[in-house]
């Protein structure tokens, strides 16, 4: 991916296994953030291939993408301010009969009755994810480590099998952050879904990730257990500098 002149992203292959947890870290500028955008297709990139369950999806805009079962989640949380979490829940499912006029304005019970099996699955996600409490606060009003449990909730409403979530632990406080850490492993046993992660927390990262993914100067530098990944001088030299890295060894 080129930006004029500068390559955020250049040569950078990896696999996410299906079922999976997946780190992928780095230093700031490392292209991580980029990466996300483009397999999300936010971005189109200027070279090369995106491959979901073996199908080119190279530069498919990000609602096609959601119906084919992948979505993302952001640094900063994207809620709908002035809906509330129940609200913002019940948005996500697509093809809702309230959204054809038609059914709408001549089939009325119809509309009635999805609505009501889509509050209840919104319910059940906002008991699963410990926000029974906030259920009729507006989104807005939410501290940051329930606006990003509120995430994880749309991605489960969307019915993604595979989920990336853009520094899930970024500006909530530990408690929180233990909450979401167990969410995800749940999500990921119970459900099967797969996640990639970018995180800086790494100790997040050596609770969820089996393999980490290393990324600097916009490719991958190496891929591995974490146990591994922390002793790689190449990891320390990529984080903290030459100089650095040798006082750290």
């Known amino acids: 991916m080129s930006f004029g002149g500068l390559r955020a992203v250049d040569g950078c292959t990896f696999d996410v296994a299906a079922g999976s947890i997946t780190g992928l870290i780095g230093p700031n500028g ?4 980029t990466l996300f955008s483009i397999i999300a297709g936010f971005l189109k990139p200027t070279a090369g291939r995106v491959l979901l369950d073996g ?12 119906h084919r079962g992948l979505v993302r989640t952001f640094q900063i949380p994207h809620e709908f301010n002035g809906l509330t979490s ?3 829940l019940m948005t996500v499912p697509a093809g809702q009969d309230g ?7 001549f089939a009325p019970a119809a509309v009635a009755a999805r609505e009501a099996e889509v509050m209840a699955e919104a319910d059940e996600t906002l008991a ?22 509120l995430e ?3 991605a ?13 632990g970024a500006g909530i406080n530990p408690t929180l952050l233990g909450q979401l850490a167990e969410m995800i492993q749940r999500l990921n046993r119970e459900r099967g879904i797969t996640f990639c992660i970018i ?16 990324m600097a100067a916009g490719s991958v530098l190496t891929s591995g257990a974490m146990a591994d990944i922390r002793k790689d001088p190449r990891v320390l030299e990529a984080y903290l500098g030459t100089a650095a890295a040798g006082d750290a060894a």
Not at 30 to 33: E, I, L, V
């Open 86 to 88: 129940l609200e913002n």
């Open 99 to 105: 959204e054809r006029l038609f059914k709408a304005w």
């Open 199 to 214: 995180e800086h927390n790494m100790d997040m990262i050596a609770r969820l990730c089996d393999p980490v993914i290393v």
């Open 128 to 149: 699963f994810l410990g926000l029974d409490p906030v259920r009729n606060e507006l989104a807005g009003n939410l501290s940051g480590g329930q606006k990003k449990l």
């Open 152 to 154: 994880l909730g749309r």
């Open 30 to 33: 490392a292209g991580k953030t």
């Open 156 to 168: 489960m409403m969307s019915g993604a099998s595979v989920v990336l979530l853009d520094e899930p």
């Open 55 to 66: 199908q080119d999806v190279t530069g498919q805009p990000s609602h096609r993408l959601f």
